[in-house]
């Protein structure tokens, strides 16, 4: 096989060259494929995969959980053998869900982490041929050094183990959201059962239980930064030196191969006894009345399915159901690092809509940590018209409870969100504790109130944040700051980064999280978000979208 890169503009082309070779179908024979090649280009959250002689304007499209980005050497693989094109689409879970409520939003097949969201999300029962692709549970990860001192590494490990760490000041750890991310909600949902005794099934009855909560709220206290996206999680770990994460087992043995490679402490993997929640990564088909995308779709599954692929997955650190895990891919579930393939795992069982909702409302009002956040809204004069607007609209959808509730959103009880508007200069600053409805809709109207003005300058409010920040205890809460701005501010990042580092930001490990529009200058906001390790949201398209996402990692 041979590879060539190229680099054009935002995009990356492969061309794939596959050779003439045999290739064994579902029924073990040895089938000969055509030589084709695959060009692939990605662009922000899209991969487009294409063989050379495929109709690129009937591509077989996908939406997919973030967690499958490194299985696309797998789809470059089948489009190549097959001339097919397919084109994946990277969300998270809850978007996912919102997708299929709405009909399935014109894709022909969904990827999510787990078969809760198409449970939740398939209302009007156009998915069908929905098969687990693979399994991960998930786990936690905790620096070797750490889960030793704690004990953990003898086994037997309970939730209230792990709690009792944390309430001594022992241990801390990342966490996707519960409302945005699949795995945070895994994790979630696996405390809520741990806390309950491990009932055969939650009902939102038992969520009531004051015990029950309070147990999951001194819990959540542990955690430190928080994500919308796993796979994002897995890379800010990465990039920092926190204590855990949780996450799934296979994004902690992508992760220790990278802190091996790098000569840092690896993580033990951690199966709370109670029991565990189990992504099975459904690929199901959303039924268009396209037979031509179905036969595809169906093809594709099988593809995927068979024993030589679940194979090379087994090699990426997921476990399949199909097949045991090989004797060449053992070393993968590297037991050092406390994989145990030989154990028979116990698998919480996923709740009923109405228990998963109920629960998931609970956790985003009031036993998540609560959230301190900092919005830097632009009000220059380049965002009179449409960018006021939906800057107007994107803002009434956060604070207008209702809506937020849809979105999974709500406000929590001790959240603390502080509005700066700014133009050239810092103009008002609009402060609303808690979850009071009035509150936050008063707080919407004084923003809707105000009018575009002026020049550009996106450090002053930051700065003016991080002397106001002086004001909470951060360590009480998952704090974050989010940019919104649509032009090229004043720059003077050499003077900004003197003033965060003698502030005293640096050591708060507070993100700067931007919402790019109209012609804001990414490259001024990347930086930002490369000093706190957080990431730059683009709004050009849906500047409601990426105020939620934004929202959602913290």
């Not at 055509?34 to 077989?60: E, H, I, M, Q």
């Not at 190549?80 to 409520?101: C, H, P, Q, R, V």
Request: charged residues 25%.
């Amino acid at each position: 096989m041979m590879k060539k890169l190229i680099k054009s503009g935002f995009f990356y082309i492969v061309f794939l060259s596959l050779a003439l070779s045999g290739c064994t179908d579902n029924n073990g024979e040895t089938v000969e494929k055509t030589d084709f090649d695959t060009v692939v280009s990605r662009d922000g959250n899209t991969t487009v995969l294409s063989a050379k002689n495929s109709n690129p304007k009937k591509p077989l499209l996908i939406v997919s959980g973030s967690e499958n980005r490194d299985l696309e050497f797998l789809l470059e693989d089948f489009c190549g053998k097959n001339g097919a094109a397919i084109t994946i689409t990277y969300m998270g879970s809850l978007d996912i869900m919102k997708i299929l409520e709405a009909g399935g939003g014109g894709y022909d097949g969904v990827w999510p982490a787990n078969s809760m969201w198409i449970s939740l999300g398939d209302t009007l029962f156009k998915v069908k041929h929905t098969a687990s692709i693979y399994q991960t549970p998930v786990v936690f990860g905790i620096k070797k050094s750490i889960a030793e001192g704690l004990g953990f590494t003898a086994g037997g490990v309970s939730v209230n183990d792990i709690l009792a760490a944390i309430q001594a000041k022992k241990l801390s750890f990342c966490m996707s959201s519960a409302t945005q991310s699949n795995s945070g909600a895994c994790a979630y949902i696996s405390f809520l059962y741990a806390f309950l005794g491990n009932p055969e099934m939650i009902n939102p009855g038992d969520l009531e239980d004051p015990a029950l909560q309070r147990s999951v709220s001194e819990l959540l206290k542990g955690v430190n930064r928080s994500s919308g996206s796993s796979d994002w999680l897995k890379d800010l770990f990465l990039a920092s030196d926190y204590d855990a994460m949780v996450n799934y087992e296979t994004l902690i043995i992508s992760a220790n191969r990278r802190l091996k490679e790098e000569g840092r402490e690896s993580l033990y993997t951690v199966y709370p006894k109670e029991g565990v929640a189990m992504a099975d990564s459904p690929l199901g088909y959303i039924n268009n009345g396209d037979s031509e995308k179905e036969e595809l779709f169906k093809k594709l599954q099988g593809y995927l399915l068979s024993a030589p692929v679940q194979t090379e997955i087994q090699k990426t650190g997921r476990r399949t159901a199909f097949i045991p895990i090989s004797k060449e891919n053992r070393d993968v579930f590297n037991a050092g690092d406390g994989i145990d393939i030989g154990r028979t795992l116990s698998i919480v069982k996923m709740p009923g809509a109405a228990a998963v909702e109920k629960a998931l409302e609970l956790y985003q009002q009031r036993l998540k940590k609560p959230s301190l956040t900092f919005y830097c809204l632009d009000f220059s004069g380049s965002m009179a018209g449409a960018g006021e607007t939906q800057l107007k609209e994107a803002l009434r959808n956060l604070l207008d409870q209702e809506t937020a509730k849809r979105n999974l959103l709500s406000a929590g009880e001790k959240d603390e969100n502080i509005f700066v508007l700014f133009d050239s200069a810092v103009r008002e600053i609009i402060d609303v504790t808690g979850n009071n409805p009035e509150n936050l809709l008063e707080a919407y109207r004084k923003v809707d109130s105000a009018a575009p003005g002026g020049g550009t300058d996106i450090y002053t409010p930051l700065i003016n944040c991080f002397y106001l920040m002086h004001n909470y205890n951060i360590q009480d809460y998952i704090s974050s700051i989010i940019v919104m701005t649509d032009g090229e501010s004043n720059d003077y990042f050499e003077e900004f980064l003197r003033i965060y580092k003698t502030s005293g930001m640096e050591d708060l490990d507070i993100p700067i999280f931007s919402i790019m529009f109209g012609n804001a200058d990414q490259s001024q906001l990347d930086k930002l978000a490369e000093l706190t390790r957080a990431r730059v949201f683009d709004g050009k398209t849906d500047l409601t979208a990426a105020f939620r996402n934004a929202k959602g990692y913290n």
